[in-house]
């Protein structure tokens, strides 16, 4: 036999080779496919990436904004844990000469992304009003599971009142606000600050007392979970986040976070609240049906809603919009002036011009 029959072509060889990497490539495909099926951690890292570059821009979007004379303590750790998730920052004033009124802020990002950084202009416009403003970070999701980020703001608000004076923290005159996913989790805690029985569920032992929190500030949030529904082009992101949240694929029967819909667990003991949500945000009846309850418990509320057919849309997360819709600098400036009508009254929305220029 001669040399030429068993020693392999160029052309042998590379089909040979093509057809290795072909079924290394189906492989790795399988693999993928497998595990978006199997676990939440793909789509949720990916959902993670677009929410921080999108939350990246919108930070920068408002640089435009922001007065100066607003000072940062940055990276404070509540916690002895080490954890770079769980550190705050605080801004206010740069002139301010005792503790002021204070706004507990907590972003959103669907409870897998966001940051505190993302939220840094926006903190300093409000903290130009004369507030001290906090930006807390928690544990994502699905590193986390709920009820982790409503234990680590009961954590950061003991850090709070403990360092109160060095921070310029009224800790009579506490508001915690939030937006999207924050939104739950602080109605979450709140509710739990006023119940004995919630506070025992999510394990929290709240060292504020109701009389020291004036208000809620919520923009956009979910309050009830079981009214989610995963269709239409919002399922692959719902069932990814919620199913991150909860640790449980089958989200929607879990009683885990039936305990995080904050509608239910709600008494006349929340405080005083503004809710807001754009019109065209996939949320804002969840908004709506929550400030219709606590209305029916006899908590002050203060809306900011939008008809129907109000244009342009409004969409979700819309009150950082500024520099698209004016809508935001208004619904800003009432947020602004709910927090100075219910006990923050060194709080004055005129302080900061793009503000006092929605009048």
Not at 250 to 262: H, I, K, N, T
Not at 294 to 307: M, N
Not at 319 to 325: A, D, G, I, N, P
Request: aromatic share 8%.
């Amino acid at each position: 036999m001669s040399d030429s029959a068993v020693r392999p072509t160029p052309l042998r060889s590379l089909v040979t080779l093509l057809g290795m990497l072909t079924a290394v490539l189906l492989s790795l495909v399988l693999v993928m496919a497998l595990s978006f099926v199997t676990t939440p951690i793909p789509g949720a890292l990916l959902i993670r990436s677009s929410f921080n570059a999108g939350g990246v821009q919108g930070n920068e979007a408002l640089a435009p904004f922001v007065p100066t004379g607003v000072t940062r303590d940055a990276d404070l750790a509540y916690t002895s844990s080490g954890r770079p998730d769980e550190r705050l920052d605080v801004y206010r004033r740069a002139d301010a000469t005792a503790p002021a009124s204070t706004i507990i802020w907590v972003h959103g990002g669907g409870w897998v992304g966001g940051d505190k950084s993302q939220g840094e202009n926006y903190s300093r416009i409000l903290a130009a009003s004369g507030a001290t403003v906090v930006q807390i970070n928690y544990t994502l999701s699905p590193e986390a599971r709920f009820p982790t980020a409503v234990q680590q703001l009961d954590a950061a608000t003991t850090y709070l009142l403990d360092h109160a004076d060095d921070l310029g923290i009224a800790t009579d005159r506490l508001f915690y606000a939030g937006d999207s996913a924050g939104s739950q989790v602080v109605s979450t805690y709140l509710a739990a600050v006023a119940s004995p029985d919630q506070a025992s569920r999510l394990a929290v032992r709240p060292r504020v007392h109701e009389g020291e929190i004036k208000g809620a500030v919520l923009f956009c949030g979910a309050y009830d979970v079981t009214a989610v529904r995963a269709s239409g082009q919002f399922a692959s992101f719902l069932n990814t986040v919620m199913w991150a949240y909860s640790g449980v694929r089958d989200w929607q029967s879990a009683e885990v976070l039936r305990q995080g819909s904050p509608i239910d667990s709600v008494t006349a003991g929340f405080p005083a609240a503004f809710v807001s949500a754009g019109n065209g945000d996939p949320l804002e009846s969840q908004s709506r049906a929550f400030a219709a309850r606590l209305q029916q418990l006899g908590v002050p509320v203060v809306t900011q809603f939008y008809d129907e057919d109000h244009e342009p849309a409004l969409p979700h997360e819309y009150q950082v919009l500024f520099s698209k819709y004016h809508e935001a600098i208004s619904a800003t400036r009432a947020a602004v002036q709910f927090v100075s009508d219910h006990g923050g009254s060194d709080v004055d929305a005129d302080r900061v011009p793009v503000l006092a220029a929605a009048r």
